[in-house]
Structure formats: structure tokens, C-alpha cells
């Protein structure tokens, strides 16, 4: 008698999902061009139409940052000292929230839509017919997610460093080139690298994520929103953790 321990199982099979997509990307690159639009749709979705939301939340977090560091540092005759706290809005607030958005919502509706899918046994009609499921339906996912949280990431990295400028030009009177001047001053290659590697890395969890609890439902209907929530909570907690562990390693390392 086998001794099944389900943390390992899990974590072999989280695997074994991610180099089979891995794998599958090549092929979809070369060949795949009947899953384009499931591509183009899930960027669309993913990052495009949550645009607004993350505008609107990078500015408010950009002006706040400021405000709030402004009147701290004032406090301990440190002003010149906040460009280093505004390059946190790159490398370390804009990377999680974003995540946090994309979670919220291609998170849940891949885990849904997939789950859908194998209850009303389209993913069966597909294996019938010769298409393996993974390949058609969740490479494009993968890398629409993963491609979408890099370029939200970006996006909301320019919009936080323009609520911030916003609050000091309208009350400090700061010229736009002494304010960015500075900033490129304090921003090296190491908080854009950290930036990349947290956006792929970060877009990858979802994804797989994502998938996993989509793929892992059986024959009731009411699977389904169970595995919507299963996906927001193992991948807003995997988030949480992959990016304290990529900033720890960040620090470490400089």
C-alpha cells in the first residue's frame, strides 16, 4: 500500500501542468493559430479592460505614497529621500496589486469558464476528436494572463509615479523634469528587472493556478463556482508568498 501524501500529489501535479503548457507553447507559437483568438481574447479581457480600474488605482495609490511619505520624511528632515519610496510603487505595490486584480478577475473566470466546460463535456469532445484540451484551451490562457500582468504592471507603474507628481506639482510646485530627473536618478536596472521577473512569475502562478482548479472539477454543476473560489484563494496566497520571497531575494542579493 502506496503512501499518498495529497501537499505532494498537489504540488507534482501543479508541475507536471506547467511543463506540459510550457511545452505546449512552442507548438502553439508554430501551429496553433486556431487558438489566436482565444489569446487575443483573454488579453482583451485581462488587460485592457481592466485598464480603468488599475489607472484609477495606481493614481490614488501614487498620490497617497506621496502624501503620506512627504509629511513623514518632512518630519525627520529626510524630503530628498522620497524618490527612493516612490520606486516601491514599481517594485513592490504595483507588482501585488495587479496581481490582486488579475486574480479578482481572469482568475475566477478561467476557473469557471474551464470548469464549465468539463462538466458540460466540451473538454471530452475535444480529446474525442483528436485536440489535446491543454494545448487548445489553456496555453492561450496562460499566455494572455501572463503577458497582460507584465503590461499591467507597466501601466500601473507610469500612472502611480503620475498620481504622485500630481500631488507635488499641484502643492509643491515641482517642475516634470526636476521631479522624473530625480527619479531616474534613484531608479536602477535592478527595480526593472525585479519588476519583470515578478510580473512573469506572478502572471504564471495565476494562470496555472487558474487552470488547476478549472481542469480538477468532476460531474456536479455546483463545482463550478467552488472552483472559482479555489483559484482566487491558492493564487492570491501563492501571490502573497512568491512575492515576499522575490523581494527577500531581492534585498539579499544587492
Known amino acids: 500500500m502506496k503512501l499518498r501524501i495529497p501537499v505532494v500529489d498537489s504540488l507534482l501535479y501543479t508541475l507536471g501542468l506547467l511543463s506540459k503548457i510550457l511545452c505546449g507553447v512552442g507548438y502553439f507559437m508554430l501551429r496553433g493559430r486556431v487558438s489566436y483568438k482565444i489569446l487575443i481574447m483573454q488579453i482583451l479581457f485581462t488587460f485592457v479592460e481592466a485598464l480603468a480600474i488599475t489607472a484609477c488605482l495606481a493614481l490614488g495609490i501614487g498620490a497617497a505614497v506621496n502624501i503620506i511619505g512627504m509629511q513623514f520624511l518632512a518630519n525627520i528632515s529626510q524630503e530628498k529621500q522620497l524618490y527612493l519610496v516612490l520606486i516601491c510603487i514599481t517594485r513592490e505595490v504595483g507588482p501585488l496589486f495587479t496581481a490582486i486584480i488579475v486574480i479578482a478577475r481572469s482568475g475566477t473566470a478561467i476557473a469557471t469558464e474551464i470548469a464549465g466546460m468539463v462538466i458540460s463535456h466540451e473538454v471530452e469532445a ?14 492561450p490562457r496562460f499566455l494572455g494572463v501572463t503577458i497582460s500582468l507584465f503590461l499591467l504592471n507597466i501601466y500601473f507603474s507610469l500612472f502611480g509615479l503620475a498620481g504622485s507628481f500630481a500631488v507635488a506639482a499641484l502643492f509643491n510646485s515641482l517642475a516634470a523634469s526636476t521631479y522624473f530627473g530625480n527619479l531616474l536618478q534613484v531608479l536602477t ?34 463545482e463550478i463556482p467552488i472552483a472559482g473560489l479555489k483559484a482566487v484563494s491558492s493564487s492570491l496566497v501563492w501571490c502573497i508568498l512568491l512575492d515576499i520571497l522575490l523581494s527577500a531575494l531581492y534585498y539579499i542579493t544587492l
Open 189 to 222: 536596472v535592478y527595480d526593472i528587472l525585479i519588476l519583470i521577473i515578478k510580473s512573469f512569475v506572478l502572471g504564471m502562478t495565476i494562470a496555472i493556478l487558474s487552470l488547476i482548479a478549472g481542469f480538477g472539477v468532476e460531474r456536479a454543476s455546483t
Open 126 to 139: 475535444y480529446i474525442s476528436i483528436g485536440i489535446d484540451p491543454v494545448e487548445h484551451l489553456g496555453v
